[in-house]
């Protein structure tokens, strides 16, 4: 799991970019909070309003991520005026926080846009939660969300929006349908199912805390889509939460809200949430637990007791989430996996022509965007597959075949950046052999993705050229993975249920 985060590749540092970035604007927030006279809890809403607005903006351009950051308010604010009237409201705050479970899961089928909305929404009732905020509180919590959205801002479209050189890859939706057969209705509903279940049983188990089992069932189910995705990243969310619960009490109860190091230690915990993010959810899980551990030191209030009822309310909300997915209008892996593998081929195609048209002398393309692009769709798969190649997996047949065609497609992933490597070259020189073994990739992608056989490459001597040795690769690995990608029948892609 270690050697996972740390020698994951990462194209363009744009995971370290990403992680780095975060510490400066969450840490810019948490300034500006403090030099406007804002109380902790008002710096502990910037901090954590400027997390999200760092961590759940994706848009596919600069433009859409400046107008999706300038929406967040709109949702936040209202969001968070219910959660402080609602507060000594039992029945009808749980019933608004269950509404906006559903309208945010809901609202991924509007995309990037709906999918971050949806999250800051659900996340500032959380907050206001988190916080105990009251009526008499709002002004203050209003400016320090709104001050912490200007430094976000003023970091990620002024100090530093690497995105101007390094697009944003555009990833497709989950699949479509109407109705319930559209896979976010019907996991509006699994989510809000979970999430009573979290709510009600939450609360048995502490009158105070509840709403960490809240957050644990809605967490499991962002960034996933059949039912094997969820149960993975339950638990993973499990596992994380134990072992940062762990370092929780070696590091942050010792502390006791000592404010440099804690200050320290809270930022290597937003860089670790950054950074870890794309490539490990347990990873990730830990440093968000550590943090909450801090930020609970600084407000007074750690001590081991409290670590061990974080753990017992992920419990129940990871339960939730496994139960809902498995009882309430189940989605199954099988077409949602095929649909990321047949898109990650897709790009590989493209990657390709766009690498030889480069080297052909074509200025206007960018091998370099779709290297990005890539990247995050085999992360898709990852996540999809993630039930199939588990250690608790029983079929183990299944499992070997999808880790090879795991190991299969970061070798294309490899071959194709290195063709982007040179053909971001000046001197780098265009071969006539290129255009041919270019057709050939491209043969083999559709071959592939339409379920029909590939042709063998034929046996050539090692090419000289640096950008033909990639595509031979290209040629070789695309021809090794007809195998396994397909069932026995010969119709289907990898995952099955």
């Not at 597959?385 to 183990?396: E, G, T």
């Not at 290129?434 to 029909?452: D, H, N, W």
């Amino acid at each position: 799991m270690l050697k996972r985060v740390f020698v994951a590749p990462d194209p363009g540092r744009a995971r370290l970019r990403f992680a780095v970035r975060a510490v400066l604007g969450i840490g810019l927030a948490v300034g500006v909070s403090a030099l406007a006279g804002h109380s902790l809890a008002g710096a502990v809403t910037g901090g954590l309003t400027a997390l999200l607005a760092l961590f759940t903006v994706t848009d596919t351009t600069v433009r859409g991520q400046a107008v999706t950051t300038a929406l967040l308010p709109l949702v936040g604010l209202p969001v968070l005026a219910a959660a402080a009237g609602l507060h000594d409201r039992p029945i009808a705050r749980d019933l608004t926080f269950l509404a906006l479970v559903g309208a945010g899961v809901y609202a991924r089928r509007w995309g990037p846009r709906g999918h971050s909305l949806g999250v800051f929404a659900f996340m500032t009732f959380f907050v206001a939660q988190f916080l105990r905020a009251t009526p008499d509180r709002l002004p203050e919590l209003y400016a320090a969300v709104l001050l912490s959205l200007l430094a976000a801002a003023a970091v990620r479209f002024g100090l530093w929006c690497y995105e101007r050189r390094l697009p944003v890859p555009s990833l497709p939706a989950p699949p479509g349908g109407t109705g319930l057969a559209r896979i976010t209705t019907r996991q509006a509903v699994q989510a809000t199912a979970g999430a009573g279940f979290a709510l009600v049983v939450g609360q048995l188990v502490s009158g105070q805390r509840w709403y960490w089992a809240v957050g644990a069932t809605w967490w499991i189910f962002v960034n996933t889509t059949s039912r094997g995705e969820t149960l993975v990243r339950g638990f993973r969310r499990v596992l994380g939460t134990v072992i940062g619960i762990g370092l929780g009490l070696l590091v942050a109860v010792p502390l006791e809200g000592a404010g440099v190091p804690t200050a320290v230690l809270l930022a290597l915990c937003v860089f670790g949430i950054f950074y870890t993010a794309a490539v490990s959810y347990t990873w990730m899980m830990l440093c968000v637990t550590v943090l909450a551990g801090l930020l609970y030191g600084l407000l007074g209030v750690l001590d081991p007791a409290l670590l061990a009822l974080r753990l017992a309310e992920t419990g129940v909300g990871a339960l939730g989430a496994v139960l809902a997915v498995l009882l309430v209008l189940p989605v199954t892996t099988h077409a949602v996996t095929d649909a990321w593998i047949q898109r990650a081929l897709r790009c590989v195609r493209t990657a390709t022509a766009e690498a030889a048209a480069r080297l052909a002398g074509d200025e206007g393309t960018d091998p370099a965007s779709r290297v990005a692009e890539l990247e995050q769709l085999l992360a898709r798969v990852r996540l999809s597959v993630a039930p199939l190649v588990h250690p608790l997996n029983p079929v183990r047949a299944r499992r070997e075949r999808a880790r090879h065609v795991l190991a299969l497609l970061d070798d294309c992933a490899r071959e194709i950046r290195g063709l982007a490597a040179v053909a971001a070259d000046p001197e780098a020189s265009h071969d006539a052999r290129l255009a041919a073994a270019c057709r050939r990739v491209e043969a083999a992608v559709e071959a592939l993705t339409a379920g029909t056989d590939v042709t063998a490459p034929e046996a050539r001597p090692v090419p000289a050229h640096p950008a033909l040795a990639h595509l031979h690769g290209l040629e070789h690995t695309l021809s090794e993975l007809a195998r396994p990608l397909r069932t026995p029948s010969g119709s289907r892609l990898v995952a099955a249920d």
